[in-house]
């Protein structure tokens, strides 16, 4: 069973708009979320993370939230830029094992 | 440099063939990973190291060995390479910070004829 979910496969926006990403997960033990950008060819980078005591984290461009009682959590990227047209995996780990449990991805595109 | 590097970055093999991938790391961490992607699955935990001594099986093993040879290498090896093996193959390291992702290496892709 997939313990992360990105349902939409894809996004487009427009340039200096908001991109809203969303990822769900179902299982309770997961403490901390994180967020990955991927580009063509290249290894995932890390950008942004939260724990599950908190709702929010902003860091730049980048916010995440988090509704542990939905068991969602969401990556906001405003204002939009066409260097941001990647792949975003939401990862989520739980346990003391370090271990990420990812999603399957949403590839943004950021149309100029 | 890369802090983490990957060899090879390309890779085409043929069904039963041995193959290794080796992972080599200058940003000093004890942990390492190696996860598979494939297209439309994101990445799964094949195996992870803890330090040197320490090999743990994560989600998907079966038809994967590792070996960490040093605090700085962990190679993955497929003992007889299988068609459903083509994948891109992710070495990562991390320190014990539960704030910070790993670390990913740029990937090698694999192809099993």
């Known amino acids: 069973d997939q313990q992360v979910k990105q349902n939409s496969p894809s996004l487009s926006v427009q340039e200096g708009r908001i991109s809203i990403l969303n990822c769900d997960y179902t299982?309770?033990?997961?403490?901390?979320f994180l967020w990955y950008k991927k580009y063509p060819a290249e290894g995932p980078t890390f950008l942004i993370s939260?724990?599950?005591?908190?709702d929010k984290n902003e860091d730049g461009r980048f916010t995440v939230f988090l509704n542990k009682s939905a068991k969602h959590l969401s990556l906001h990227i405003v204002p939009s830029q066409p260097g941001d047209s990647a792949v975003y995996f939401c990862?989520?780990?739980?346990?003391?094992?370090?271990?990420?449990?990812f999603g399957k991805g949403t590839l943004l595109t950021v149309n100029p | 440099d890369a802090d983490v590097t990957q060899t090879p970055r390309n890779r085409i093999t043929k069904t039963g063939k041995r193959i290794m991938l080796e992972c080599s790391q200058t940003?000093?961490?004890?942990?390492m990973y190696w996860y598979r992607q494939d297209p439309g699955l994101g990445l799964r935990l094949i195996y992870y190291?803890?330090?040197?001594?320490?090999?743990n099986k994560g989600e998907i093993s079966d038809g994967y060995s590792v070996s960490r040879q040093a605090q700085a290498k962990f190679s993955l090896s497929l003992e007889s390479a299988i068609p459903n093996q083509t994948a891109l193959y992710f070495c990562?390291?991390?320190?014990?910070?539960?704030?910070?992702?790993?670390?990913f290496g740029p990937g090698t892709r694999l192809t099993v004829l």
């Open positions: 990862a989520a780990r739980g346990g003391s094992n370090y271990k990420l449990t």
């Open positions: 939260i724990s599950s005591i908190k």
């Open positions: 990562a390291t991390s320190e014990p910070n539960r704030e910070v992702g790993p670390f």
């Open positions: 940003k000093g961490h004890d942990r």
């Open positions: 190291s803890f330090d040197v001594k320490d090999i």
């Open positions: 299982n309770s033990m997961f403490d901390y």
